[in-house]
């Protein structure tokens, strides 16, 4: 079946970029998402990048796709402590379900 | 006011007893969704529904049933809950658009003792 994979934990500083990376298995995957969960709260959708794109830019936000290798980023600029939060790659296909990743907690120090 | 919505948003219960969450949702979407989420686990998918005549188990449907009342309601069942149904469960919604985002609302704690 699906499978989205993600490193579980990622510290930065302050004004430093963030990189979170997801690999994803299915190749017929039409749309692959970031979702951000903040605490005590259900997941938001962050941004989205279809299939065909290889970017996408989004202000602080940069999404880098490699269809080839099924790989996905989310590099986040200039990272804030609002940053904070723990987030979700996700991918769907056609037949309209969507499968998460594990999340990434994401931990922004001053 | 929130677009979709748990209730109740925290439940401790004891082991055997059957427990009902519910959610409703005040965007019109056809597609809903449950989900459980566990440390380290990521989101899990209990059972799907894509319209009100739809229902589809998930990766972990198991222990758990479903009720689509209408369009705007649809609710999980744990028949007779255990322990390791401890966890956050979320219920998420979107259109029939392909590829379209899923809504979420803000979760169920539940604790089974």
């Known amino acids: 079946g699906e499978d989205v994979e993600q490193s579980l934990f990622l510290s930065v500083r302050e004004g430093d970029s963030s990189v979170i990376n997801c690999t994803y298995t299915?190749?017929?995957?039409?749309?692959l998402y970031w979702y951000k969960q903040e605490p005590g709260a259900g997941l938001q959708l962050l941004t989205y990048?279809?299939?065909?794109?290889d970017m996408k830019q989004d202000q602080r936000l940069t999404v880098l796709l490699n269809k080839k290798d099924k790989h996905l980023s989310l590099r986040i600029a200039d990272t804030q402590t609002g940053d904070s939060a723990i987030y979700f790659c996700a991918e769907s296909t056609n037949a309209g379900k969507s499968t998460f990743g594990d999340g990434t907690t994401l931990t922004v120090k001053p | 006011d929130a677009d979709v919505t748990q209730t109740p948003r925290n439940r401790i219960t004891k082991t055997g007893k059957r427990i009902m969450l519910e959610c409703s949702q005040t965007k019109g979407h056809d597609r809903m969704y449950w989900y459980r989420q566990d440390p380290g686990l990521g989101l899990r998918l209990i059972y799907y529904s894509f319209d009100v005549k739809d229902i589809n188990k998930g990766e972990i449907s198991d222990g758990y049933s479903v009720s689509r009342q209408a369009q705007a309601k649809f609710s999980l069942s744990l028949e007779s809950a255990i322990p390791n149904q401890t966890a956050l469960y979320f219920c998420?919604?979107?259109?029939?658009?392909?590829?379209?985002?899923?809504?979420f609302g803000p979760g169920t704690r539940l604790t089974v003792l």
């Open positions: 990048i279809f299939s065909n794109m």
């Open positions: 299915d190749s017929s995957s039409t749309y």
């Open positions: 998420a919604t979107s259109t029939g658009t392909s590829g379209s985002e899923q809504f």
